[in-house]
């Protein structure tokens, strides 16, 4: 506690007086960052669920934008976090001392960084500049303390993005079309840019306004290396050329600057609604106070008595990335007239329904159907609900399912309010009846001879790109609409999609071997016959029949069907021995989400112990201070991490939760209707077994626990073994 104590008295602008430490200050945003996995979380801070993210930019920053070894370019003002393959970046904010308009000219190497979700703050020891950074939900304030000099200047980019600029092995992107202009009387600074690029793989309009409260002693324009003083408008677009807008200050020392920062998708008119309706003028501290608030009102939402300050960190950092996983837009949506919620950056539902957004159902209840209800008014608008969807298109490219069908089953499942079930349902029987294509050209998915049908018309997709992966996705897409069609009446449709959940066992392959284990998933050629792939081979990205994992992974996925896996496999122990084999031998991956699921497995084949001992074994080599297994997924990864550290982990589509060991002493986890679940273990490091479970005072004996249960909060007693 004294380390987090002298920590936070570290920041000025909170501490005119000691202050006991918020949930907020738990919270390192470098987490994720800072490791060389791939997590590719974004440093920069945002409020819940924001629509702007600010944070640093540097070279070699891969899909977030910044790598901590290398000197600070500036700071973009949106960011997508964890994933692996990259939007935005857009808007590079550059202070300085003397005007470098080249790319590379104004790096400086920084020092004293602060990383909370409510404040990042940094030292840019190259010209003695203090930034300070603190979100709004859809703007941003910053404040530059300058040292004294006539040369302080703030360089805007226009024409800046992560993709192309940063991550260079993002290719294809451009900006089709950008203006700038400069108001010296307001000490504004308007920037339009028309984007291709990055993961919306369409062209995309973005407005930033941003608003000064110090009156410059100069302004211009720039285009690459060249600089026009007092001109204040560019509007030429030369291909592949940065341009954007400059102005200097004449500064003392420890002179400060705040600069106001607002993204809108809609226009200039409505950024200016939005930045006076968020930060009307320039109190900084105010604007950090309100995102403390706003934090600790989410985060308060599981509290926890932690083995270590260092666990406690990594759980409320790992939560903080949930209430990150999309972006409320509903005053900033541009697509189309509506009353209706609009979220945005939804970036794919591949990898948030798994975990992340049955996490949301349970801690924050009103954003669950808030999501609900803006997926029924895209339907209605666009006519279909995809996997991904940012900066308000859809992505047509699904990495597997059409696995929005999970996200809303499971919310209704769970009794989620609000929400009109009956209208949510039809997304769900619009991608049963007219979509399960798979990644087909034009013409195989109007061909049906070609392919196009093929899954439903026998329940698999021929040999192809995806094609095994997406036809077990399939199955159990169905099976979530089954559950859903049955309980609200549609009978045809649920012995439709039920029976149609069935078939992934055409592509069992009983004689595929493998590491001296024979059946595995295969893929199956147009004629019926199998392919015998390399079972332990892991198919990438867009280029296998299996999305990135392998056969091994695979063969698990089946959350619908375990106990007709456990057969064809040779049965529990042989089914058991098998798994572990995989798990040890590193051929069944938890750091995807196609293994995320796997552990609990084990529970189906009757050894729940196992399923406890290999989460712990996940949690203990795969989440540290630095990072995460893998790629974080826009909460997926932190809310994995979350759910198994509290001891209950979701079969999301289903009404099902597995138990295992808590990592914690104790939580208290705040319910929708302003019930509480309390959890109490004696956790200890080694004790990975649950030896009994109490559940307000009774015995429960079984391995699972449904929603209607847990809902209903009161207390959970475990007694753990080693």
Same mark, same amino acid.
């Given at each position: 506690?004294?380390?987090?104590?002298?920590?936070?008295?570290?920041?000025?602008?909170?501490?005119?007086?000691?202050?006991?430490?918020?949930?907020?200050?738990?919270?390192?945003?470098?987490?994720?960052?800072?490791?060389?996995?791939?997590?590719?979380?974004?440093?920069?801070?945002?409020?819940?669920?924001?629509?702007?993210?600010?944070?640093? %930019?540097?070279?070699?920053?891969?899909?977030?934008?910044?790598?901590?070894?290398?000197?600070?370019?500036?700071?973009?003002?949106?960011?997508?976090?964890?994933?692996?393959?990259?939007?935005?970046?857009?808007?590079?904010?550059?202070?300085?001392?003397?005007?470098? !308009?080249?790319?590379?000219?104004?790096?400086?190497?920084?020092?004293?960084?602060?990383?909370?979700?409510?404040?990042?703050? +940094?030292?840019?020891?190259?010209?003695?500049?203090?930034? /300070?950074?603190?979100?709004?939900?859809?703007?941003?304030?910053?404040?530059? !303390?300058?040292?004294?000099?006539? /040369?302080?200047?703030?360089?805007?980019? $226009?024409?800046?993005?992560?993709?192309?600029?940063?991550?260079?092995?993002? !290719?294809?992107?451009?900006?089709?079309?950008?203006?700038?202009?400069?108001?010296?009387?307001?000490?504004?600074?308007?920037?339009?840019?028309?984007?291709?690029?990055?993961?919306?793989?369409?062209?995309?309009?973005?407005?930033?306004?941003?608003?000064?409260?110090?009156?410059?002693?100069?302004?211009?324009?720039?285009?690459?290396?060249?600089?026009?003083?007092?001109?204040?408008?560019?509007?030429?677009?030369?291909?592949?050329?940065?341009?954007?807008?400059?102005?200097?200050?004449?500064?003392?020392?420890?002179?400060?600057?705040?600069?106001?920062?607002?993204?809108?998708?809609?226009?200039?008119?409505?950024?200016?609604?939005?930045?006076?309706?968020?930060?009307?003028?320039?109190?900084?501290?105010?604007?950090?106070? %309100?995102?403390?608030?706003?934090?600790?009102?989410?985060?308060?939402?599981?509290?926890?008595?932690?083995?270590?300050?260092?666990?406690?960190?990594?759980?409320?950092?790992?939560?903080?990335?949930?209430?990150?996983?999309?972006?409320?837009?509903?005053?900033?949506?541009?697509?189309?007239?509506?009353?209706?919620?609009?979220?945005?950056?939804?970036?794919?539902?591949?990898?948030?329904?798994?975990? $992340?957004?049955?996490?949301?159902?349970?801690?924050?209840?009103?954003?669950?159907?808030?999501?609900?209800?803006?997926?029924?008014?895209? =339907?209605?608008?666009?006519? =279909?609900?995809?996997?991904?969807?940012?900066?308000?298109?859809?992505?047509?490219?699904?990495?597997?399912?059409?696995?929005?069908?999970?996200?809303?089953?499971?919310?209704?499942?769970?009794?989620?309010?609000?929400?009109?079930?009956?209208?949510?349902?039809?997304?769900?029987?619009?991608?049963?009846?007219?979509?399960?294509?798979? %990644?087909?050209?034009?013409? /195989?998915?109007?061909?049906?001879?070609?392919?196009?049908?093929?899954?439903?018309? =026998?329940?698999?997709?021929?040999?192809?790109?995806?094609?095994?992966?997406?036809?077990?996705?399939?199955?159990?897409?169905?099976?979530?609409?089954?559950?859903?069609?049955?309980? @609200?009446?549609?009978?045809?449709?649920? @012995?439709?999609?039920?029976?149609?959940?069935?078939?992934?066992?055409?592509?069992?392959?009983?004689?595929?071997?493998?590491?001296?284990?024979?059946? *595995?998933?295969?893929?199956?050629?147009?004629?019926?016959?199998?392919?015998?792939?390399?079972?332990?081979?892991?198919?990438?990205?867009?280029?296998?029949?299996?999305?990135?994992?392998?056969?091994?992974?695979?063969?698990?996925?089946?959350?619908?069907?375990?106990?007709?896996?456990?057969?064809?496999?040779?049965?529990?122990?042989?089914?058991?021995?098998?798994?572990?084999?995989?798990?040890?031998?590193?051929?069944?991956?938890?750091?995807?989400?196609?293994?995320?699921?796997?552990?609990?497995? *084990?529970?189906?084949?009757?050894?729940?112990?196992?399923?406890?001992?290999?989460?712990?074994?996940?949690?203990?080599?795969?989440?540290?201070?630095?990072?995460?297994?893998?790629?974080?997924? +826009?909460?997926?990864?932190?809310?994995?991490?979350?759910?198994?550290?509290?001891?209950?982990?979701?079969?999301?589509?289903?009404?099902?939760?597995?138990?295992?060991?808590?990592?914690?002493?104790?939580?208290?986890?705040?319910?929708?209707?302003?019930?509480?679940?309390?959890?109490?273990?004696?956790?200890?490091?080694?004790?990975?077994?649950?030896?009994?479970?109490?559940?307000?005072?009774?015995?429960?004996?079984?391995? *699972?626990?449904?929603?209607?249960? @847990?809902?209903?909060?009161?207390?959970?007693?475990?007694?753990?073994?080693?």
């Amino acid at each position: 506690m004294k380390r987090l104590f002298w920590l936070l008295l570290s920041i000025p602008v909170l501490f005119s007086c000691a202050r006991e430490a918020v949930f907020a200050d738990y919270v390192d945003t470098s987490i994720g960052v800072l490791d060389d996995r791939a997590s590719n979380c974004v440093i920069g801070p945002q409020l819940p669920y924001g629509s702007i993210n600010p944070s640093p %930019q540097t070279m070699n920053g891969s899909m977030d934008g910044y790598h901590p070894d290398y000197p600070i370019r500036g700071f973009g003002q949106l960011h997508v976090s964890g994933t692996g393959w990259s939007s935005y970046g857009h808007f590079l904010i550059s202070p300085m001392i003397g005007l470098e !308009t080249g790319l590379t000219d104004h790096d400086s190497k920084h020092s004293a960084d602060i990383n909370r979700p409510y404040l990042y703050k +940094t030292h840019l020891d190259r010209y003695g500049i203090d930034v /300070e950074i603190a979100p709004s939900h859809y703007s941003v304030i910053y404040r530059f !303390t300058f040292p004294e000099s006539e /040369e302080s200047v703030l360089l805007f980019d $226009a024409a800046h993005s992560v993709v192309g600029d940063i991550a260079k092995e993002m !290719t294809g992107a451009r900006a089709v079309e950008n203006t700038v202009e400069v108001d010296p009387e307001t000490n504004t600074v308007k920037m339009k840019l028309c984007f291709s690029g990055g993961w919306p793989g369409d062209e995309y309009y973005l407005y930033c306004l941003c608003r000064f409260d110090t009156k410059a002693q100069e302004v211009g324009v720039w285009e690459g290396d060249n600089i026009y003083p007092g001109l204040l408008h560019i509007e030429k677009n030369a291909e592949g050329v940065h341009r954007g807008a400059y102005c200097r200050f004449d500064t003392r020392k420890d002179s400060q600057i705040h600069l106001k920062v607002v993204l809108s998708f809609t226009g200039f008119e409505k950024a200016e609604e939005l930045m006076m309706q968020e930060i009307p003028g320039f109190n900084f501290d105010k604007v950090v106070r %309100q995102g403390i608030k706003a934090w600790d009102d989410k985060l308060s939402s599981v509290k926890i008595e932690s083995l270590s300050d260092s666990d406690r960190t990594i759980f409320y950092s790992a939560l903080y990335r949930v209430f990150t996983l999309a972006r409320d837009r509903s005053l900033d949506n541009s697509k189309w007239e509506s009353d209706k919620p609009f979220w945005d950056d939804n970036y794919a539902f591949w990898d948030t329904f798994r975990t $992340a957004y049955p996490l949301i159902t349970i801690l924050d209840e009103k954003a669950m159907s808030d999501n609900i209800n803006a997926m029924i008014d895209r =339907q209605i608008h666009n006519g =279909q609900v995809c996997d991904g969807f940012v900066a308000g298109i859809d992505r047509l490219g699904d990495q597997g399912g059409n696995d929005v069908d999970h996200v809303i089953a499971d919310a209704f499942l769970k009794g989620v309010k609000g929400v009109d079930w009956h209208e949510a349902y039809k997304i769900v029987k619009h991608n049963a009846d007219m979509k399960r294509i798979g %990644q087909l050209t034009w013409r /195989e998915r109007q061909d049906s001879t070609a392919g196009g049908y093929m899954y439903k018309k =026998q329940g698999w997709i021929p040999n192809g790109v995806m094609s095994t992966s997406q036809s077990l996705e399939f199955s159990y897409n169905d099976y979530s609409a089954a559950l859903m069609a049955k309980a @609200l009446g549609y009978e045809e449709d649920y @012995l439709k999609y039920e029976k149609r959940s069935h078939e992934w066992i055409n592509l069992w392959n009983p004689d595929l071997e493998n590491r001296g284990y024979k059946g *595995f998933m295969d893929a199956r050629n147009m004629d019926g016959s199998f392919e015998f792939i390399q079972a332990d081979k892991v198919g990438g990205s867009w280029n296998s029949p299996f999305y990135e994992g392998s056969s091994w992974t695979y063969s698990y996925y089946v959350p619908h069907d375990f106990e007709r896996i456990i057969d064809l496999m040779g049965g529990k122990e042989a089914f058991t021995e098998r798994l572990e084999y995989g798990f040890r031998n590193r051929l069944v991956k938890y750091d995807n989400e196609p293994g995320f699921l796997a552990p609990w497995a *084990f529970v189906h084949a009757g050894r729940p112990d196992l399923a406890s001992y290999w989460v712990h074994d996940t949690m203990d080599k795969g989440f540290d201070l630095k990072g995460y297994p893998g790629n974080e997924d +826009t909460g997926s990864m932190g809310s994995w991490y979350v759910f198994c550290y509290l001891g209950f982990f979701p079969n999301a589509g289903q009404d099902l939760y597995y138990l295992s060991a808590p990592r914690c002493k104790s939580a208290e986890i705040r319910l929708a209707d302003g019930k509480t679940l309390r959890i109490k273990a004696n956790a200890g490091k080694g004790r990975v077994f649950i030896k009994s479970l109490k559940i307000n005072g009774k015995e429960w004996k079984s391995p *699972f626990i449904t929603h209607s249960v @847990l809902s209903e909060g009161g207390l959970w007693e475990f007694e753990l073994s080693e």
